[in-house]
């Protein structure tokens, strides 16, 4: 006890580190117990945050703020609708069309591996080719049940969403239109010593801005140039495939990865072993290439310094917590937590203010 006390007092001695940890907690408390009900306004939030970048370039050319904040909610108003009307009812329908086709690709897979035993049979036996097609047909009727689930839940929050739709570009127009006052009001509520506070948040700031519009360019170019790719090609469900790859840069190391089973496989039941399967996947490698030697490079100018491992462990544990939104913000939480990591010893360095 005597040493978690000395530690108390050598950690939480000066306010400022204090303050540091309430606003922290505070933070975590809001978001793990309200964050269903603030849904909306976090969610307006992060997009204010993120067309905030906009409004600055457009400030800087002589633009007042109230007109540049006009433009770029009713350009944001835009894009939301294009996603909406022109985008979700293809990649709804080209879902029901793959689903549809699924007894069709089972089957074909089924003779696929049935062969196997025949033209290998000192590596593959009939007995090892039943036991992983019962395995793949109980793993295929549980993955109808999720659907079947997530699809009575999505009708069932069909009034939610519509709410959503109306709160969230009104909530992102007041919150870029009077950024200066929420602010101001959110500082006066805040602890007086935060000296610290603003020392983590320019270090957060600084990576997270530049990630978070980074990646969202970084989406939407890769899902862009893969959707032309695969229609050029003419690969079946492209919308649907195209917007997997695209969210595929989300989770670094593991997305592009796991994408490229659905990819490969529809890729195989529509050509089988040929060229444009070949072709296909060459494509493929050569968007992967450029995505991580040219593009990332050109979109996030300061390099975001964490490690793989602590990249991974960030994106499943905020990711469990949070589902999308917690994968989307592994990176930029993680380097909140290195920041704050960072700045804790050195804590003792920073004079408490009168």
Known sequence: METIREWLRRHFNNPQVVGLALVLLAGFVIVILFGNML???LASVVFAYLLDGPVAVLERHRVRRTLAVTAVSLLFLLVLLFTLLGILPR????LTQLIDQVPDMVA????ALMRLPERFPEFVSEDQVIELITALRSEAGRLGQRVLSLSLASLLGLITFLVYLILVPLLVFF??????QIIGWLSAHLPRERTLSATVWREVHAQIGNYVRGKVWEIFIVGAVSYVTFTFLGLQYSVLLATLVGLSVIIPYIGATVVTIPVALVAYFQWGWSAQFAWLLIAYLVIQVLDGNVLVPLLFSEAVNLHPIAIIVAVLFFGGLWGFWGVFFAIPLATLVQAVIRAWPRAREFPAEA
């Open 39 to 41: 849904a909306p306004v």
């Open 91 to 94: 990649l709804s329908a080209q």
């Open 108 to 111: 074909r897979g089924h003779e």
């Open 175 to 180: 919150f870029l239109k009077d950024k200066e």
